[in-house]
């Protein structure tokens, strides 16, 4: 150390950015660390390991991280569009990115259940008798083959496909609220990516595709990195949208915040406690990860 | 936590104003219509009888939530709740005297409703008891009996149903709920869904809540079916002690319970689809309230407490949704 700042107060700001961050953040983690010690130990490892509650870990972590991926993809598309062309709407178009940040979730959540419901705009054009469901019709050959496999089963409602209410309605609710994270994290980078770059990969004989993997995409992988882990994490935690358009049923479509509240119902405090610590758990993992690439790709680089 | 906050400044508010007695009525969700007209009529008959002024708060929200709301702080003068166990649970803190059932007439319930299935006009799945909802192809809408008051009375009526039928309850409430699409998170989540997203055949509900439907908006679309049995949902009022003392309006707080008992009070809960005390009103209202076998939870389960070990984890309900053993 013995490095001189230019500006002085380093314990100053130190000591508020301590208490700052204890009153915000760890003193209502540490209530939460106690209401599940308060159940006691073996109590709290039936909880989180009880079958439901297993099952819902498969539902909210699997799915997110699908959505997470999706998003992984086509925010990084988008984001792209929006640096490197100009066109008449791009203003908008970039505003409107943000919105599943500002909207609030059960907002989202009931727009979503109102265009995917069965008999709502989106919904009902995939009925059996409408031209998009037809396909999947148990009338035809591959309807009735699909009716025959397990893991379709959720998914063909009476009438047509189920999108509301099984688990393609909790992955379009939680690619909804990701979407935001990659585009905003990855749109910067790509502002930084000088186009000359790109020329004098082509000058110097690279193919387009040569260009893309060898150039861009190493340059952009941290940021896409970031962008999906913070929407998995978004994803992960998120209850407002997704209770209303998830069916909620035990084993298939319940995800691990409703069974918190649940617990709540039931007056378990220390159950719901410890589901909630799990959670934590798993999110400071999740963002433990992102830093370190982050830190590892940054000492790869020559960054830092 | 912004919410309770307000509702701790509205009655501080009031008194700032030098106003009269003020009472927070801490409530269920679908009460909200019934206490805005049952309070101006409290408020109308106070003030012909003291002279004094009162005033009235309300703050509504799913039961269970509210009970521990009132646990946790928020100072309600009285709490009128949708199942006996949320009053147990505030008696439980210590915040209601021990005795609260035995304190007003009817178990402290003024009102009951029973649960009764909605279906579309002209029945076209021809649903007509219970055993008709158990059957393939149907399809039933039922809120989560773990998050849910209505859920869970309908849970134990349709097992009350199967016991009495000399059947096996446990593989009975396993066929209906095989039937059952989606487990809402509460009583009008699933009303929204049955409504306005048009899934399943039947749905489960408090009569109050259905006869609003056919009554206001839904009127023409759908029509009541009410089942050979069913439960009698009691629900409890009670004076908060604690809080009453503190605020010193125990006088008001209990007058106030009590008019609900009044002709008319009874003649607004019948208004609001509840059925009355008054063994006389109910008569005269039949086509309402049609009459069936009913038993309370306390008479077919012995009390709340043992009611709930169905919707325990591991309990009978969670045995539904567990997967074969390999």
């Known amino acids: 150390m013995g490095k001189r700042f230019i500006l002085p107060g380093f314990g100053l700001t130190l000591g508020y950015t301590l208490v700052y961050l ?11 660390f106690l209401k599940t010690e308060s159940g006691g130990w073996q109590h709290f490892w039936n909880t989180i390991t009880s079958p439901q509650v297993v099952a819902s870990y498969k539902v909210s972590f699997g799915i997110s991280l699908i959505a997470a991926l999706i998003n992984g993809v086509f925010g990084v598309i988008a984001a792209w569009v929006l640096v490197r062309y100009r066109f008449p709407g791009r203003r908008l178009l970039d505003a409107i990115v943000d919105l599943p940040f500002a909207l609030p979730t059960a ?119 970031t962008g999906v882990t913070l929407a998995y994490g978004r994803a992960v935690g998120e209850y407002g949208s997704v209770i209303f358009i998830a069916g909620n049923l035990p084993f298939k479509t319940q995800i691990t915040p409703v069974l918190i509240v649940s617990k709540l119902e039931d007056y378990d405090y220390s159950g719901a406690a410890g589901l909630g610590f799990v959670m934590l758990l798993a999110s400071f993992v999740i963002l433990l990860l992102s830093n370190g690439f982050q830190a590892w790709d940054n000492r790869r680089r020559g960054v830092a | 936590m912004k919410f309770p906050a307000a509702i701790f400044a509205l009655p501080l508010i009031a008194t700032l104003h030098a106003a009269p007695t003020t009472l927070l009525n801490v409530s269920y969700d679908v009460t ?46 009285v709490v009128t709740m949708n199942q006996d166990s949320d009053i147990q649970l505030i008696a439980d803190a210590g915040l209601i005297a021990k005795d609260w059932r035995s304190r007003l007439p009817d178990h402290a319930a003024p009102y009951t409703s029973i649960i009764v299935f909605l279906v579309h ?27 849910s008051g209505n859920g869970r009375y309908s849970y134990l009526a349709a097992w009350l149903y199967a016991k009495a039928a000399g059947s096996d309850p446990q593989q009975f409430v396993t066929a209906l709920f095989k039937n059952v699409p989606l487990l809402p998170a509460g009583g009008r989540d699933a009303t929204t869904a049955f409504v306005q997203r048009g899934i399943g055949d039947a749905l ?11 009554n206001t908006f839904g009127a023409g679309q759908y029509e009541i079916v009410t089942p050979t049995s069913s439960i009698l949902a009691e629900a409890p009022v009670s004076v908060v002690d ?22 008319e009070g009874q003649q607004l809960a019948v208004k609001h689809f509840f059925r009355p005390r008054s063994q006389a009103l109910l008569a005269a209202n039949t086509a309402l309230f049609p009459k069936l076998k009913l038993a309370t939870v306390d008479e077919a389960f012995g009390g709340w407490s043992e009611a709930r070990k169905h919707f325990k984890d591991g309990g009978t309900f969670d045995a539904i949704y567990q997967p074969a053993k390999p």
């Open chain 1, 107 to 225: 907002v989202a959540g009931i727009a979503l259940t109102t265009l995917y419901a069965p008999n709502d705009w989106i919904g009902h054009l995939f009925a059996y008798n409408q031209p998009l469901g037809s396909f999947i019709s148990p009338q035809t050959p591959f309807g009735a083959w699909l009716a025959t496999q397990g893991w379709a089963k959720d998914f063909l409602g009476r009438e047509g496909l189920r999108i509301a209410f099984s688990q393609l309605g909790i992955f379009i609710a939680l690619t909804f609220i990701g979407m935001p994270f990659v585009v905003r994290t990855v749109q910067p980078v790509i502002q930084d990516l000088h186009l000359d770059v790109e020329e004098a990969a082509a000058c110097l004989g690279a193919t387009r595709l040569q260009a893309f993997t060898r150039v861009i995409l190493p340059g952009l992988l941290p940021a896409i990195f």
């Open chain 2, 204 to 214: 489960l509900t408090f009569e109050s809540e259905a006869l609003q439907i056919t």
């Open chain 2, 121 to 147: 006009q002209g029945n076209p799945k021809g649903i007509r008891d219970w055993s008709d909802l158990a059957k393939p192809d149907t399809q039933v809408i039922i809120p989560n009996p773990k998050t």
């Open chain 2, 32 to 77: 909200r219509e019934f206490y805005q007209e049952y309070n101006a009529a409290f408020t109308k008959h106070w003030d012909a009888e003291k002279k004094t002024g009162i005033q009235i708060d309300q703050s509504h929200a799913g039961s269970s939530k509210q009970a521990r709301a009132v646990v946790d702080g928020l100072a309600a003068d």
């Open chain 2, 242 to 263: 604690k809080v009453a003392d503190k605020h010193g309006t125990r006088e008001a707080a209990t007058e106030y319970l009590k008019y609900l008992w009044s002709g």
């Open chain 1, 22 to 32: 204890t009153l915000i953040v760890l003193v209502p983690l540490s209530a939460l």
